[in-house]
């Protein structure tokens, strides 16, 4: 029998992660951040609400509940990072900076302070541990649900402390499971926005960073003047509606926010090289890889060339890769397994 803290989010996939961890007989005690301002919009994640949920499950289980106020962590490490780069005119992943600066970082060491053997988690993803050497993480069984993408900074160290209950089972098996058991969250709808900014990035950002809704000029990767927006943090790279240009389609192929220029094409740009920042690589040996640079994405083969002093590493790749934004996260598979990833800083 192991102690293990169970993260909640008051949905239904943490909900029976913490069910599946008392049948088996471990000590578990359900823990929910409280990430946010006060609010109580229901089905949101880290909401008052969600507070809510996840007692109301634990209640059930039999087992203790805990929250606990992160709002100055989440604030410093994920939403102020996130502002800042956005307002730059890159594209963070929030999910990913939480997961990795709140989750695996200060929960799991408040966790193992408190004497739990492991963090645990609703995630759809697997840690498979190779005989004789270290564990990896690999997909989720369930395709349409694997969230290693936003797992792929865990490290080693961080892998023998944590667990995912929810790794071989498909999300019908879980909605069923939760309904069987009685789980007040069985038919909790899953949240899908980031849960900070649930109206929109380009709003959220324009009411925290001054300038970052300075008006400026759309032109063309020739220079033509074709009209004038709102500020830079409305706009990505890759992106094609809402631009309010006439005779499109026109794509986002770079962002200057020094000039508050956005700049387009009639096609999304492409790379067929990246340059990427704060590596994660956990096998110095691998090179050909299968490299995915959003969540829903299918990776694309490339062969990777790390720098792992530096943390740095240049990815080619077979083919033209279109869409590709400054600030997004690559992670590389082989097969199933997750070896490493980072921050595209550049590409060309």
Not at 17 to 22: I, K, P, S, W
Not at 204 to 223: D, K, L
Not at 261 to 285: E, M, N, Q, Y
Request: net charge neutral.
């Amino acid at each position: 029998m192991a102690c293990v803290w169970v993260a909640m989010s008051g949905g239904v996939d943490s909900s029976v992660a913490a069910a599946r961890l008392v049948a088996a007989g471990h000590d578990v005690t359900g823990v929910t951040m409280q990430l946010l301002p006060e609010g109580d919009e229901e089905g949101r994640c880290c909401s008052t609400d969600a507070v809510r949920s996840a007692r109301r499950v634990c209640d059930r289980l039999g087992v203790p509940h805990y929250t606990l106020n992160m709002r100055d962590v989440f604030a410093s490490r994920v939403v102020d990072p996130f502002t800042a780069e956005y307002a730059s005119g890159r594209t963070p992943n929030p999910c990913i900076a939480c997961n990795d600066r709140v989750k695996f970082v200060e929960l799991l060491a408040r966790a193992r302070t408190a004497g739990a053997d492991a963090l645990a988690t609703g995630h759809y993803a697997r840690i498979v541990p190779e005989a004789g050497g270290d564990p990896w993480l690999a997909r989720g069984r369930d395709e349409a649900k694997d969230q290693s993408y936003f797992l792929y900074r865990l490290t080693r160290a961080q892998m023998a402390h944590v667990c995912f209950p929810l790794g071989d089972a498909l999300k019908t098996e879980i909605r069923a499971e939760a309904a069987a058991l009685g789980l007040p969250s069985a038919a909790r709808a899953d949240s899908q926005e980031v849960c900070f900014v649930p109206d929109g990035a380009g709003a959220f950002v324009a009411s925290r960073v001054p300038g970052a809704a300075a008006p400026g000029e759309i032109r063309t990767t020739a220079g033509a003047l074709l009209g004038a927006h709102e500020g830079v943090c409305h706009f990505t790279v890759g992106q094609r509606k809402g631009l309010g240009l006439p005779a499109g389609p026109w794509y986002v192929t770079r962002i200057d926010a020094g000039t508050r220029t956005v700049i387009v094409d009639r096609a999304p740009a492409k790379a067929r090289s990246l340059t990427l920042s704060a590596l994660v690589w956990h096998d110095p040996a691998i090179r050909e890889v299968g490299a995915q640079l959003r969540y829903r994405a299918t990776p694309a083969p490339a062969v990777v060339t790390p720098d792992l002093p530096a943390r740095t590493a240049t990815i080619e790749f077979a083919q033209g890769i279109e869409q590709v934004a400054p600030g997004q996260a690559v992670v590389c598979y082989v097969g199933d397994r997750v070896v490493g990833g980072g921050v595209v800083e550049t590409a060309s």
